[in-house]
């Protein structure tokens, strides 16, 4: 177990500071929703690099760090809120204008429902169980996972055979060009009706780390960075 402390940007004073235990295998993600911080950004204090959801942050910290969470900034909100569901924030739903007006308050200032700490004044951080398949909405049907592996580059719909024996087989459908043309090419071979098995050479990944696994190379091909 680690302690930490949590700044929360734009809370009222007096909400704006939580104290946190994290056990081991704790995410970025579980710290957020333990406080319910949605639409939030959290990374160590100084640092300009927010945590990815999935993220281990027990791994990331250590005992008596202090972390800062940042609300998403409303400038440039189309690309950044498809850019943070990509990688597994939850993000609030989008206000408009008028709706600002009608349910704005002059007098009042952020207001962040932040739980109130218990016992040693401490906030116990609830690790979200569920494997990334799951949390990225990923459905199952006998031995058959599909969903979609999803980048800030797009979503490509995907398969993955479970096996009793040996490792998962992935499948993407009608995959990009770009990542059929390039260094990893080789590694998607086609099963017909734009359907593509992957190839994952001497790794056997299980499910969530095949997953992340395409979308890096999904990202790497689209952004013209093949290796």
Same mark, same amino acid.
Request: aromatic share 8%.
């Given at each position: 177990?680690?302690?930490?402390?949590? $700044?929360?940007?734009?809370?009222?004073?007096?909400?704006? +500071? /939580?104290? $946190?235990?994290?056990?081991?295998?704790?995410?970025?993600?579980?710290?957020?929703?333990?406080?319910?911080?949605?639409?939030? +950004?959290?990374?160590?204090?100084?640092?300009?690099?927010?945590?990815?959801?999935?993220?281990?942050?027990?791994?990331?910290?250590?005992?008596?760090?202090?972390?800062?969470?940042?609300?998403?900034?409303?400038?440039?909100?189309?690309?950044?809120?498809?850019?943070?569901?990509?990688?597994?924030?939850?993000?609030?739903?989008?206000?408009?204008?008028?709706?600002?007006?009608?349910?704005?308050?002059?007098? /009042?200032? $952020?207001?962040?429902?932040?739980?109130?700490?218990?016992?040693?004044?401490?906030?116990?951080?609830?690790?979200?169980?569920?494997?990334? &398949?799951?949390?990225?909405? &990923?459905?199952?049907?006998?031995?058959?996972?599909?969903?979609?592996?999803?980048?800030?580059?797009?979503?490509?719909?995907? @398969?993955?055979? +479970?096996?009793?024996?040996?490792?998962? @087989?992935?499948? $993407?459908?009608?995959?990009? @060009?770009?990542?059929?043309?390039?260094?990893?090419?080789?590694?998607?071979?086609?099963?017909?009706?734009?359907?593509? &098995?992957?190839?994952?050479?001497?790794?056997?990944?299980?499910?969530?780390?095949?997953?992340?696994?395409?979308?890096?190379?999904?990202?790497?091909?689209?952004?013209?960075?093949?290796?």
């Amino acid at each position: 177990m680690k302690t930490a402390a949590v $700044i929360i940007s734009g809370a009222p004073a007096g909400d704006n +500071l /939580r104290d $946190i235990d994290v056990p081991p295998g704790s995410s970025a993600g579980d710290v957020l929703r333990t406080l319910d911080l949605n639409g939030y +950004l959290l990374s160590k204090e100084g640092s300009a690099q927010a945590f990815a959801a999935e993220e281990d942050i027990y791994a990331a910290i250590q005992s008596g760090d202090k972390l800062r969470a940042t609300p998403v900034a409303e400038v440039g909100a189309g690309f950044w809120r498809r850019f943070l569901s990509a990688i597994g924030y939850p993000l609030k739903p989008t206000v408009t204008v008028r709706e600002r007006k009608a349910t704005a308050s002059p007098a /009042r200032k $952020i207001a962040t429902p932040v739980p109130r700490p218990a016992g040693n004044g401490r906030l116990q951080v609830d690790r979200d169980r569920r494997s990334l &398949w799951e949390i990225r909405g &990923w459905t199952r049907n006998g031995n058959r996972l599909t969903g979609a592996f999803r980048t800030p580059k797009g979503s490509f719909v995907g @398969e993955v055979a +479970l096996k009793r024996r040996g490792a998962p @087989e992935f499948y $993407i459908i009608n995959p990009p @060009e770009g990542l059929l043309r390039g260094s990893h090419g080789p590694c998607f071979r086609s099963r017909g009706g734009g359907k593509y &098995w992957v190839h994952f050479g001497l790794a056997n990944p299980d499910v969530d780390a095949g997953i992340v696994a395409i979308e890096k190379l999904i990202v790497r091909a689209l952004s013209g960075r093949q290796r």
